[in-house]
């Protein structure tokens, strides 16, 4: 499947005259297989105190997800009306998945081993709250569970919730705690992964910084190249253990039969495939009969779509080498290029180099990195834009969008 994707793009931008095709892989995965996923976050409850982080967390999760290329349906600060409405959308849509996979950030409750998530209008008042006022993750997960063959669900909703006091003292409801309970796996398809921020019946951080610790390990883990599922939520397990000084442990349930990766490489792929005349010669028989007017345009429709995927930076300012950036990513943002190639790096300098190997190194010491040697690497982006969507970089993406538009501005 994946070459045949591969020879179809080439195909495309034959006509055009372009050097080069550069390979977007994760594209090429996700046509090979259909991935739906429902995103809920809730921050601003009505009837208990605001909680900085679960709207975030979950619009920076909709925007991983989609490059990795899910079709994402997703909602924040919803009443649960709209929460409703929402998964009736998602349950539609979902139906035949290969990868069904749910995320939530926000207050939520277990009731005699029931787990519930609270919409933003939730109140609370009395035994019938529940019913009417709360969403039950059961029925979600019933609706996810329509002929798909790999469920994957992540629950950061394990927060300090006043409102399942409120159920215990007020409605005499016992069993009513903010804790999550276990969910019980049942057997179909190729399986079902529940991850909780914590370990059931405990609570999890909120958090200081931009995101929940558990959501800050899950974007940093959840998208690396090659890496499996299960892997991933082993090193979220360890990165949350260690950012809370070990007072909160995400608990997974997994029953898998198969490996899950979200995001496959092909560590053999050449960055640069072919010049025009090569690619339109391995065409042969399928390109002979094709208008060329039309190839211009399913080339130029093929460029658009990769460059749709590229992320835009947080400043539309000039570029300079020892000046702060703002580049939309938390992780690097404030930071020069001077500074930041001599920092630590956020991802593995090689596709698929194990984290061991690299975690805790600096920049300079991985790449031999300077001025110089940047401004080289920064030209290849600025000269091919969607090459910026190739490989995982060291420091992400936004830091070679970065680089290109410094290249662009003569690498000052």
């Known amino acids: ?103 939530y950030a926000g207050h939520g409750l277990q009731v005699l081993g029931k787990n519930y998530l609270l919409p933003v209008d939730a109140a609370l008042e009395d035994e019938t709250s529940l019913d009417f006022e709360a969403v039950s993750v059961d029925f979600i997960l019933r609706q996810m569970s329509r002929e798909t063959s790999i469920r994957l669900v992540f629950l950061d909703a394990c927060r300090d919730n006043p409102l399942a006091d409120v159920l215990a003292k007020t409605a005499g409801i016992k069993g009513a705690s903010s804790g999550l309970a276990e969910i019980p796996i049942e057997n179909g398809g190729a399986g079902t992964l529940v991850a909780f921020a914590a370990s059931p019946n405990q609570l999890a951080y909120d958090g200081s910084g931009e995101h929940s610790p558990f959501t800050t390990a899950l974007l940093q883990h959840i998208g690396e190249s090659n890496v499996s599922i299960t892997e991933a939520m082993n090193r979220v397990t360890s990165d949350v253990f260690k950012a809370t000084a070990r007072k909160q442990r995400p608990w997974i349930n997994v029953s898998l039969t198969t490996e899950v990766v979200l995001h496959k490489v092909d560590l053999n792929a050449p960055l640069i495939v072919g010049e025009a005349s090569t690619l339109q010669a391995e065409a042969g028989s399928e390109t002979r009969n094709t208008d060329a007017s039309s190839g211009q345009n399913a080339d130029q429709l093929a460029l658009d779509t990769l460059r749709a995927k590229i992320p835009k930076l947080a400043t539309d300012g000039p570029i300079l080498f020892d000046r702060p950036v703002k580049f939309g990513d938390p992780s690097i943002d404030g930071k020069s290029f001077a500074q930041l190639i001599k920092s630590e790096p956020l991802f593995s300098p090689v596709e698929g180099l194990d984290k061991s190997v690299w975690e805790g190194k600096h920049c300079d010491t991985c790449h031999e990195w300077n001025e110089a040697r940047l401004c080289e690497q920064a030209k290849n982006f600025a000269a091919n834009d969607v090459s910026v969507l190739r490989l995982q970089h060291p420091l992400g993406t936004r830091f070679k969008v970065a680089l290109a538009r410094w290249a662009q501005g003569g690498c000052q």
Do not use: C, W
């Not at 996923?37 to 601003?44: E, I, K, R, T, W």
């Not at 920076?60 to 600060?77: T, W």
């Open 1 to 103: 499947m994946g070459s045949r994707i591969i020879a179809f793009y080439a195909v495309l931008l034959r006509g055009a005259g372009l050097a080069a095709l550069v390979l977007l892989l994760t594209l090429t995965a996700a046509s090979a297989e259909r991935r739906v996923a429902l995103v809920l976050g809730n921050s601003q409850y009505q009837h208990a105190a605001p909680l900085a982080n679960p709207a975030r967390d979950a619009q920076a999760m909709a925007e991983r997800l989609q490059n990795l290329g899910f079709e994402v349906v997703s909602g924040f600060d919803l009443t649960k009306q709209q929460t409703q409405t929402t998964v009736a959308q998602f349950a539609k849509q979902v139906r035949g998945a290969d990868v069904a996979l749910f995320f």
